[in-house]
């Protein structure tokens, strides 16, 4: 436990969206700033942080049987620290310690930067200390951050939902949204471009709502153009749009600023009319098709991803197989598929009818097999076209045996490729970019085997030889303006809707 200086060690483990990925950070960065080191693969630490998701039943499962594996070590090591913060323990708050005792500290969405004195308290009081507020404390933004990748980069723009879907939980567990101002958000990618990452993901539980808290309704394509001005910066992607306010100027955005990646991740959540409107989805089918269609007009390659629940209550065969008809339309690259989850507090764990587990996992299979044929088909167009990978680290489960390294072309595609060919000096590391051809397809992925036609070795590969990771400061309160920020210094190292 701990290290031979004595100073103490952490761990955080994540579950859920890149929203909590990107919260997770934030909590190593604060956890560093409080003197803690980072524990190794193969040391116990002295603190370990669960930073929860609530959306689907099997989180709670997976968490209690997590902690209740954990009371033997805690048992055996009383000044061990075990903290649960996130979406779970906004929800169940008094049950986590309830239920587990022998954990320290439960801590909510609102109030991450409570942590550090949050377990300052409970080792002082040798009691557990339970604290989640109703509202935010700070903007996540304002906080430190230990990034996990050299290369790509998260960047919240907002927090929070005014949706009232009825299948989800988010907006009780994150509150209203609540939006950074332009140059704040500007600032923070500035500061990540200039630790050398060359790709950042805007963040939103309704990406493209932002600027409704200061009256903008364009703020969102917006900023998307001034992400376009910022030197350095080759790749801009975001999640997660909602198709009621996906306008055509961010269409127009996307297509006219060069590092906006051709990629759209829009949730459809069912093709049938019926569901959405007990969904609460402000939109319907054909409303839903023709903002891919003006997508795939303005960028022809366009690579558009979905999410998709099977068996919500009342779906029938018919309201099914709408689903399966817009997904025939709709053509997407790939989906993620969920059964429907009940969830205590949303108004749809009220509602009758929810189908028979056994037709739920059949239409589920349904499903899964028809969008595997469609994105195999369309991975399949791509065979013999050359792409442009930045490679990406932990992406290929199977690279040792191949020996092959993975990237991620700019539709977001993930593709294995070999790394032989055209080199620079030096081996091809995470966070270069790379030049090859497509020489085979699968429906969740692409090969490329043959020869690296280019690679350009890149700062952000440099700190990851060095396993340096970047560590970004908070980012304070900005100005409601757009463009390019100035070059800020920085110190050295979603739940889709």
């Given at each position: 436990m701990g290290t031979s200086s004595g100073v103490k060690t952490y761990e955080v483990r994540t579950y859920g969206c890149q929203m909590n990925v990107h919260d997770s950070e934030r909590l190593s960065g604060l956890l560093e700033d409080a003197g803690y080191v980072r524990a190794s693969r193969d040391v116990d630490p002295d603190l370990l942080v669960f930073n929860t998701c609530a959306v689907r039943e099997n989180a709670d499962n997976r968490l209690y049987g997590t902690l209740g594996h954990l009371r033997p070590a805690k048992q055996h090591n009383p000044d061990m620290q075990i903290a649960v913060g996130g979406c779970l323990a906004q929800k169940d708050r008094g049950e986590i310690v309830r239920r587990a005792p022998w954990v320290d500290v439960v801590f909510g969405t609102h109030n991450l930067g409570s942590l550090p004195t949050l377990l300052e308290r409970a080792r002082h009081n040798r009691e557990a200390e339970v604290e989640i507020l109703e509202s935010l404390e700070t903007f996540p933004s304002t906080l430190p951050a230990r990034r996990e990748s050299t290369y790509s980069g998260w960047v919240s723009i907002s927090v929070g939902c005014n949706n009232t879907c009825t299948f989800c939980i988010v907006p009780s567990l994150r509150g209203k949204e609540k939006d950074r101002r332009p140059g704040e958000v500007l600032s923070e990618v500035q500061a990540l471009v200039s630790e050398g990452v060359l790709e950042v993901t805007l963040l939103g539980q309704n990406v493209n709502a932002y600027g409704v808290e200061f009256g903008d309704r364009y703020a969102f394509g917006k900023l998307l153009r001034s992400c376009g001005e910022i030197e350095g910066l080759e790749r801009v992607r975001f999640t997660s749009p909602h198709p009621r306010d996906f306008t055509d100027d961010v269409i127009e955005a996307m297509a006219e600023t060069p590092n906006v990646c051709p990629q759209l991740h829009m949730p459809l959540q069912s093709g049938s009319d019926r569901i959405l409107k007990s969904m609460r989805r402000s939109y319907r089918s054909e409303r839903y098709l023709n903002?891919?269609?003006?997508?795939?007009?303005?960028?022809?390659?366009?690579?558009i991803t979905t999410?998709?629940?099977?068996?919500?209550?009342?779906?029938?065969?018919?309201?099914?197989?709408?689903?399966?008809?817009?997904?025939?339309?709709?053509?997407?690259?790939?989906?993620?598929?969920?059964?429907?989850?009940?969830?205590?507090?949303?108004?749809?764990?009220?509602?009758?009818?929810?189908?028979?587990?056994?037709?739920?996992?059949?239409?589920?299979?349904?499903?899964?097999?028809?969008?595997?044929?469609?994105?195999?088909?369309?991975?399949?167009?791509?065979?013999?076209?050359?792409?442009?990978?930045?490679?990406?680290?932990?992406?290929g489960r199977k690279n040792a045996e191949t020996r092959r390294m993975s990237g991620r072309a700019r539709d977001g595609r993930l593709v294995h490729f070999t790394p032989v060919g055209d080199l620079v000096e030096g081996e091809v590391r995470p966070g270069d970019i790379v030049h090859t051809t497509v020489t085979r397809a699968a429906p969740h992925h692409l090969i490329a085997d043959g020869e690296i036609l280019a690679h350009r070795r890149t700062v952000a590969g440099d700190h990851w030889e060095r396993g340096q990771r970047p560590k970004t400061s908070g980012v304070g309160l900005g100005l409601p303006s757009f463009g390019a920020p100035a070059t800020e210094s920085t110190s050295e190292q979603g739940c889709a809707c």
């Open positions: 903002i891919l269609s003006k997508v795939r007009e303005a960028m022809p390659d366009a690579a999410d998709i629940i099977v068996g919500f209550p009342g779906e029938t065969e018919e309201d099914f197989q709408a689903t399966l008809d817009v997904v025939r339309r709709a053509r997407f690259s790939s989906a993620f598929t969920f059964q429907y989850s009940r969830r205590e507090g949303t108004p749809a764990a009220e509602m009758d009818g929810q189908p028979p587990k056994e037709v739920v996992q059949e239409r589920y299979e349904r499903l899964v097999a028809l969008q595997n044929e469609i994105s195999w088909e369309l991975n399949t167009e791509l065979v013999g076209r050359d792409v442009e990978l930045l490679v990406a680290e932990g992406e």
